[in-house]
């Protein structure tokens, strides 16, 4: 399921699911929510990553996901650093995830946007970072590499079809 927040622009919305659905098709678009105010850091005026994905996984049926899109900076904890700022988190495996356009490039925003959702939804399915340097699953290392990334790799893409991916 995409759970919209109240910041989110429709159109922006309805793309990155109509990407989504490409390959995980059973896919359904929510009504826009607030973001929850138990998850908003005001020291440093973000919103954090962690506390999203509880409150969308309370919301979230057995045997289904659910990625929070929004436009808003995001954070998580990331070794030392308590707030470090970050375009999207996953568990692995998980019932939620939340993926931010925050952190994005102007160009080519909305498929940089895709690239983010469809990485931590991987995460919820079990699969960890990949080493190849074009699979949406590679760690993006502190950075913004989606321009680099074309498709899962085969590895990846194996994995997620045991999960009923479909791919081409």
Not at 54 to 79: A, P
Not at 95 to 101: D, F, G, I, K, P
Not at 154 to 161: D, E, P, Q, R, V
Request: glycine share 6%; net charge positive; with cysteine.
């Amino acid at each position: 399921m995409v759970q919209p927040f109240k910041d989110m622009n429709s159109e922006t919305t309805k793309f990155i699911a109509f990407e989504i659905k490409k390959i995980y098709p059973h896919l359904k678009i929510l009504d826009a929510i607030d973001l929850p105010k138990e998850s908003y850091y005001k020291e440093r005026n973000r919103y954090r990553a962690d506390s999203i994905i509880q409150y969308l996984s309370k919301n979230t049926t057995n045997g289904f996901v659910t990625i929070g899109l929004t436009t808003k900076d995001i954070s998580t904890t990331k070794g030392a650093i308590k707030d470090f700022g970050i375009m999207g988190l996953g568990f692995k495996p998980g019932r939620s995830c939340v993926a931010s356009s925050f952190r994005l490039t102007p160009n080519n925003k909305n498929d940089q946007f895709f690239k983010v959702a469809i990485h931590e939804i991987g995460h919820t399915q079990g699969l960890k970072h990949c080493p190849v340097k074009s699979c949406f699953m590679r760690d993006a290392e502190g950075k913004n590499p989606t321009d680099e990334e074309t498709d899962f790799c085969n590895n990846c893409k194996n994995f997620l079809k045991t999960k009923n991916w479909k791919f081409k």
